[in-house]
Structures are given as C-alpha cells and as structure tokens.
C-alpha cells in the first residue's frame, strides 16, 4: 500500500521559506497530480497547489505568489517551498495523491491518499 | 472559491444509530464532491468520491448522496470505530476547497 511521509524542519522563522518533502513509498509517481494541504488550528483543511510527474503545476491563487511546487521521480518525492511565511502560516502540512478516478478527461482530481502530516511553526 | 458549508458541526450519537452530514456548496458542483474520515494522529481516509462512489474497502454503511449544491454522507449502523471527524472536499475547480468538519462523537 502506498504511503506518503512529510519531512521538514518543524520551526520556521518569519520572512523565512518554508520548505517540506514528501517521500512517496511506490514504485512509481506516474499518471497522478501530487498535491500540498494544510490546516492551522481550528480552521479548515486549505490546498495550496498540485504537481504532475511531469513537473507542471497548478497553485491556489491565495498562495501563486509565494508557492514552489517541484517532483524529483528518481527518488520518489515531491517538494513544496513557501516563500515569505507570517505566524499565518503555521500549520499541520499534510502531502497528498490526486486521482481522476479513471476519468482523467473530465480534468477532476481528487485526493485519495494523504499523509498524516507534520507541524509546522512560524515564530522568531 | 467555492465555499463549503458543512453540518453540523458536532454530532453525537450512539452505536447502531444512523446518522447523516451534510454538505452544501456555494455554487453548482454537478457530483464532484468527496468525503473522509479523520482520526486524530493518523491520515485522512477517503470514503466516497464523485458524490456516492465508495472506496475499496470502506464498509457499505456508508453512503453518499446528492449532487448540484447539497450532498449528504450517511452512516448506518454506527460501529464503535466510526467515532471520528469527517470532512467533505470539493472538486469542481481547479482547485479544491474543504468544508469545515464534522466532529461525531459518542453519546
């Protein structure tokens, strides 16, 4: 069964990046967008962008300024950096799978597996 | 954005009920609309994709409904390991959007 493990440094100071992996247990990355989440406390889950094997991406715009999303298939993992980062952005950060459940020309992914997440702080 | 307004918020009931969550959507999703169960320290599990698909493996107590702007997750007959947090995701656009939650705890 795959699984999905964040890793990244769990203290960030402000105006710093931010910067986590997520290390993919599977053979292959192919045919699925690899995609970031996260959730600050109490709040909802908030998606913050998606990477294709192939290395095209897509943002939400409340983060395209700010968000770099990159996939390395040759080790499995997939990367997210978030420039810039305020005592907002702390948060659990989850990694996720997206599917288009056989139905890839409707251009509707969803998640179907996710990571359990790691914490992340922004302080000085 | 798409906003998602889940109820309720907190729903408490017993082993054996039925209990229902719904979700409703800011603007049209025709079906495409998802739901997971969360429990704490562990990764969300999908449940239901495309409104009333269920995943592999996830007991047929479960069950999904709607489409438009209202969906509906349903639990028959809850089991003890049913107690969790659920959340329904949207995926209409490009990019996603989560309702709020669903805390379901034990009478």
């Known amino acids: 069964q795959v699984q999905l493990q964040e890793s990244g440094p769990g203290l960030v100071k402000p105006s710093e990046t931010l910067s986590l992996t997520c290390s993919v247990s599977?053979?292959?990355?192919?045919?699925?967008?690899w995609t970031w989440i996260r959730q600050p406390a109490g709040k909802r889950l908030e998606w913050i962008g998606r990477?294709?094997?192939?290395?095209?991406?897509n943002y939400n715009p409340s983060f395209k300024s700010r968000v770099t999303m990159s996939v390395d298939t040759s080790k499995n993992q997939f990367s997210l950096k978030l420039s810039s980062v305020t005592a907002a952005d702390t948060a659990l950060y989850h990694c996720a799978r997206e599917d288009c459940g056989g139905d890839c020309q409707s251009g509707h992914w969803y998640v179907d597996l996710w990571g359990r997440g790691t914490l992340v702080t922004v302080s000085s | 954005d798409i906003q998602m307004t889940q109820s309720p918020s907190t729903l408490s009931a017993s082993v054996g009920d039925t209990v229902t969550i719904t979700c409703r959507a800011s603007q049209s999703l025709s079906r495409w609309l998802a739901w997971y169960q969360q429990k704490p320290g562990k990764a969300p599990k999908l449940l239901v994709s495309k409104t009333s698909n269920l995943e592999s493996g996830v007991p047929s107590r479960f069950s999904g409904s709607g489409s438009g702007t209202e969906f509906t997750l349903t639990i028959s007959s809850l089991q003890p390991d049913d107690f969790a947090i659920y959340f329904c995701q949207e995926y209409n656009t490009y990019y996603p959007t989560f309702g709020q939650g669903t805390k379901l705890e034990i009478k």
């Open positions: 599977s053979d292959s990355m192919n045919y699925y967008y």
């Open positions: 990477v294709y094997s192939s290395g095209s991406t």
